[in-house]
C-alpha cells in the first residue's frame, strides 16, 4: 500500500457513504465536523460516542462501496458496520484538523474510548495523514488483553505491516498464535515472516510438543510457508 | 499437611475462596502485584493498589486464618507506558519498606521491549538496595529465549541466584532455570501453562530442591486450589512426603525468608480468626456472626 495518506479525499467518501443510508445522520455529520472538535476533548469524545446511536439498522458496506473502501486503505471492509463508518468520518475530520498534537490526542482519545470505539481508532489508522506517527499507539494496542481490540489492529488492518518494526510484529504474531486469531487475518504476514519469527514460532511449537497439548495449526502453516524468497525453514 | 500458595492475586478473589483454601490447608499466600486485566493510566491507581495490599487484602486473608505477604513492583505488561513509570517506580521504592513486602515482583519481560529491559534493570537495582529477594515472571511469548534473557541480566547486575525465584516454568525452561542456580515456580492453571500430571512427571524427574508451586489465581480462568489439588496428585503418584513438604511449605519459606520479613518460627503457629476485629472500621462481615476461633485451634475455618 501508498504510506502516503487520500489527501483530504477520504472523509467526503466517507460521508458520502453515511448519506446514502440516512440523510439525517449526514446532517449531523456535516455539522459536527464544520468546527471539528480535536480528537481526545470532551467534545469530541461525546460525538464519538453518540455517533454509534445513529445508522442503526443501515446496512454494512457493499458493492461498489467496497472497491472504493479498499482503496482508501480499508483492508476488509465488509466487516465494517456503517456506524463504523460514521465514527471513521469523525475520526478523520478531527485528526485532519488537528496537525502535529494528532498522535498525543488521538492517544489520549485512545485511553477513555470504550472497547468498539477503540476498535475504529485501529481499524481507521491507515484513513489518517501520516499514519506512521500512530506506530506507537497501535503497538500498544497489541498488549490488550481484550480480543476485539487486540483483533482491531492485528487482523484485517494493514498497518502493521507497513509500519510495525519487526520485534513489535512478531510478538504480535505470536500473541495471535495464543489467542486463536486465524493467522490469515494478519495482512503482509508472507512478506514480514522472517527468521526471527520462525526462531519464536518453532520454540513456541517444541514448547506444546513438550508439554503434550495440541499445536494450533497455524503454527505449522507459519513454519512450514516458504519465504518470500522461495527457501523454508532449515 | 501445610500449605503454602507462593504466587496468587487474593484481590481478584472472594471470601468463599479464602474459606476454601483454608479448608484445604492453605495457611500463608504471597500475592506478588499485577496488573488488572487492562492497564492503569495514572501513577494514583498504583497507589491505592500498593495500599491494598499491604493493609486490606492483608486484614481480610487474617480473617481466614491466613497469613498473607506480597511482592511489589511495575509488572512488565504496564511497563510500556512511558506517562506512569517514573512516578510508579518511585511508588514502588517507597512501599518495599512496608512489612509485609517479601519480595520485588512480579517483574520481568512481557514484549521484551527496550522499555521492559530499562524497567526491569531499575527493579532489580531496588531490590539489590532492599535487600529484597526477586520474583520473576516469564513471558508467555517466546518463553524460552525471555528466561535466558532475564537470568542472563540478573547475573549481569550481581544478584545471587538464591535470591531468585523464576516463575512459570514448563518442561523445557525448568532445566535452564535451574542450571542457573535460581528458584523455580511452577503455575498449575486449568488448561494452559502447567496441569497436575505434568508437573507429577516434573517432580519426578528433578526432585523438590528448589522447586514450587503456585496457582497464580487472579480475575481469569484460574483455581486457587491448585496447590492442594497438585498435592493431592503428587500423594497419589508416590512421591516422597518429604519432597512433597519441601515443595509445598519449606521451600517458599525459605526463599522468601530472605526477605527478613517472613518468621519461619511464626509461620508454624496457626493464625487464630477473629471476624470481630475491624481494618479501618470495615470488616469482610456483611451482617453475619463473626467466626472466632480461640488461639491455637485454627480448624474452624467458617464453612
Known sequence: MSTRPAERRTQPILALLVAARDPDGAAWLEATVAAPALPGTPGFMRAFAAASRRLRGSP??????LPALRALGIAVPERWSAQRLLRAALLVASVEATGEE???????AFRTSD???RAVILQSLTLLPDPARFAPLAADACRSSVQPVFEAVAGDNRF?????AEPIFNQMVLKAVFTGMPLARIVGLAERTTPALRRMAADFRSERRAAGRVVPADLDRLLDAPFPDGTTTP | MKLFDPHIHMTSRTTDDYAA???AGIIAVTEPAFWLGQPRTHAGSFEDYFLSLVGWERFRAS???IRHFCTLGLNPKEANNPDIVDPVLELVDLYLEKDGVVAVGEIGYDDMTPAEDDILGRQVEMALRHGLPIMVHTPHRDKKAGTRRTIDLLREAGVPPHMVLIDHNNEETLPITLDSG???GHTIYPGSKMDEPRMVGLVQTYGGERIMINSSADWGISDPLKVPKTTDAMVAAGIATDTIDTIVWRNPIAFYAQSGRLDPAE???PLPVDQRLLFEGNTVLRGQAPAVDVPAAATAVPA
Do not use: K, V
Not at chain 1, 60 to 65: K, N, V
Not at chain 1, 160 to 164: D, E, G, L
Open chain 2, 21 to 23: 483454601m483454608r479448608r
Open chain 2, 63 to 65: 480473617q481466614f486464618g
Open chain 2, 267 to 269: 509461620l508454624e503457629i
Open chain 1, 60 to 65: 454494512p458496506p457493499q458493492g461498489d462501496e
Open chain 1, 102 to 108: 494528532a498522535p498525543a490526542r488521538l492517544t489520549a
Open chain 2, 182 to 184: 535460581c528458584w523455580a
Open chain 1, 115 to 117: 472497547s468498539e470505539e
Open chain 1, 160 to 164: 502493521p505491516s507497513a509500519f510495525f
